[in-house]
Nanobody, 127 residues
């Protein structure tokens, strides 16, 4: 089964930056990291999960939620089975647990589509 491990969360002041990392492993026979779209999904206390950004496996196309456009940048390194989320100009409303998730083929910001999830990493932005 595909496994995802996130890292890089922490406490930062408003206006600061963090870089999240996600490493994937455990692909079924015949499939590689490149076959999977990867998304970053966040969940704040008392709120539903929100798709923040995603990157396609096939051509590396990227997508962002309106709330983070211009501030967050997603990238992937297929040689390292890794995806990164560079978060700049962080705001208190960005505070949430950030999950890395994977789905084969389809690239989407819609969280229920994703089949595999990491354990999450906490991002806290103080005002």
């Amino acid at each position: 089964e595909v496994q995802l491990v996130e890292s890089g969360g922490g406490l930062v002041q408003a206006g600061g930056s963090l870089r999240l990392s996600c490493v994937a492993s455990g692909f079924p026979p015949g499939f590689t990291f490149r076959d999977y779209a990867i998304g970053w999904i966040r969940q704040a206390p008392g709120k539903e999960r929100e798709g923040v950004s995603c990157v396609a496996g096939s051509d590396g196309s990227t997508y962002y939620a309106d709330s983070v456009k211009g501030r967050f940048t997603i990238s992937r390194d297929n040689a390292k089975n890794s995806v990164y989320l560079q978060m700049n100009n962080l705001k208190p409303e960005d505070t949430a647990v950030y999950f890395c998730a994977a789905v084969r083929g389809t690239v989407t910001l819609y969280p229920p589509v994703y089949d595999y999830w990491g354990q999450g990493t906490q991002v806290t932005v103080s005002s």
